[in-house]
Nanobody, 123 residues
Framework: QVQLVESGGGLVQAGDSLRLSCAASGRTFNSYGMGWFRQAPGKEREFVAAISWSAGSAVYADSVKGRFTISRDNAKNTVDLQMNSLKPEDTAVYYC????????????????WGQGTQVTVSS
């Protein structure tokens, strides 16, 4: 069992940066691939970024590639999402998720989800 709690969301202006953090409980954190997803009002939840259990592999959605960076610290049981050059279209609730797969991009591949943190980017 893994419990996930996101933090770091807020209201920023276009072009600003924000760093989201996800704290995980459970002794087997380093067995899970971790991902970030987001869901805007009226839209489906979409993949943002994922990282393997060893941090050796990471993948990104095309819409955030070059602007967002996912990282993890297995000693601290945390996974972060550094978001730079934010755009109004990045506005969404951001969710952290854990998967027993290596690096997963589909929501159905994730076993545990956090409650989400709101990110709002004004133009």
């Amino acid at each position: 069992q893994v419990q996930l709690v996101e933090s770091g969301g807020g209201l920023v202006q276009a072009g600003d940066s924000l760093r989201l953090s996800c704290a995980a409980s459970g002794r087997t954190f380093n067995s899970y691939g971790m991902g970030w997803f987001r869901q805007a009002p009226g839209k489906e939840r979409e993949f943002v970024a994922a990282i393997s259990w060893s941090a050796g592999s990471a993948v990104y959605a095309d819409s955030v590639k070059g602007r967002f960076t996912i990282s993890r610290d297995n000693a601290k049981n945390t996974v972060d999402l550094q978001m730079n050059s934010l755009k109004p279209e990045d506005t969404a609730v951001y969710y952290c998720a854990a998967s027993l797969g290596l690096v997963a991009i589909g929501t159905v591949e994730y076993d545990y989800w956090g409650q989400g943190t709101q990110v709002t980017v004004s133009s």
